[in-house]
């Protein structure tokens, strides 16, 4: 049988993957969930009919998401992952030798979803120095003080009731919740489509970490290809790695951890758009800026 699952990329697009079978379908109080088994992608689990990841794709985003950041910061004890219950970047983060990593997912089905079907991807959800919450991202980080070095927001698009994820105020409790020396990092979409979400969160967050920027990997299941993680921090320049990781990686390495911050020249306006480099802070050919005057 000729099987497909379609998702509406964008106004105008669309992509199919080829499916053999639903391994699962729940429907939780925020959402559909779902696992199915696919031609080209492995097991690939859905949300609401958009894709989150493929066992085939999914290294590309989580290592992106996590080492960017991780690396940034020269000893990083102490994580915080707000959303991906499916445990993609809690792995990745546990390849850093980290004493504690909290993961705050809001929907319950989505981490038990992917330990019984997405097991390479969500083994690491049961490591002791694991904790997971299942509750509401932005209460959490609200009531956090100082407690984290490195804060990761693995979210969904910004629609529907992701949205408070991608707001100014959420921005501020991020910098509340990291200690004097922290990072965050939040995955901001498609730079092609998403070029007001990713301008308005940078505008914010510019307004609130002494150092900000935007860096782009590719996710070839997502719209566009070209994704866009936005960072901001107290004191590292996000750009430079201070650490190298010895762990194989399959996409991250310190040279494309430089590259990624190298912005395609349409992004870079959008960078702009937002003031990055309205005031000499930032460099012109790169997405990360300096010190705030
Ligand atoms: N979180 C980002 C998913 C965005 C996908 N968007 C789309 N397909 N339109 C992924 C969670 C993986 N841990």
């Not at 758009?273 to 930032?282: C, I, P, T, V, Y």
Request: contains cysteine.
């Amino acid at each position: 049988m000729d099987v497909w699952f379609t998702e509406n990329q964008a106004s105008g697009l669309r992509i199919s993957v080829q499916v053999t079978g639903v391994l699962e379908r729940r429907k939780s109080s925020y959402q559909e969930i779902v696992v199915t088994e696919t031609t080209g992608f492995g097991r690939m689990l859905t949300l609401d009919d958009v894709v989150q990841t493929t066992e085939r794709d999914e290294f590309t985003y989580h290592e992106m998401i996590c080492h960017v950041p991780m690396c940034a910061h020269p000893s990083p004890k102490c994580v915080l992952v707000v959303g991906g219950g499916d445990g993609g970047v809690v792995r990745e983060v546990l390849r850093h030798g980290v004493e504690r990593v909290d993961l705050v997912e809001i929907d319950e089905a989505v981490v038990e979803l992917s330990k019984k079907y997405l097991p390479t991807i969500s083994s690491a959800l049961t490591d002791p120095r694991v904790h997971v919450r299942i509750e509401d991202g932005i209460k959490a980080v609200r009531e956090a003080r100082s407690e984290y070095d490195v804060i990761i927001v693995d979210s969904t698009d910004p629609v529907g009731p992701a949205v408070g994820l991608f707001a100014e105020e959420f921005f501020r409790s991020i910098h509340g919740a990291l200690r004097d020396d922290g990072i965050f990092v939040a995955q901001t979409g498609s730079p092609f489509y998403f070029a007001e979400v990713i301008g308005g969160v940078l505008a914010g967050v510019r307004k609130i970490f002494p150092r900000s920027g935007l860096y782009v990997g590719c996710v070839p299941m997502y719209p566009g290809g070209l994704w866009s993680y936005t960072v901001g921090s107290k004191v590292h320049d996000p750009s430079v790695p201070k650490r190298r990781l010895d762990a194989g990686t399959r996409y991250y390495s310190p040279e494309v951890h430089t590259a990624a911050f190298a912005l395609p020249a349409f992004v870079k306006r959008v960078v702009e758009g937002a003031g990055l480099s309205s005031d000499g802070a930032g460099p012109a050919t790169g997405g990360a800026t300096g010190e705030k005057p």
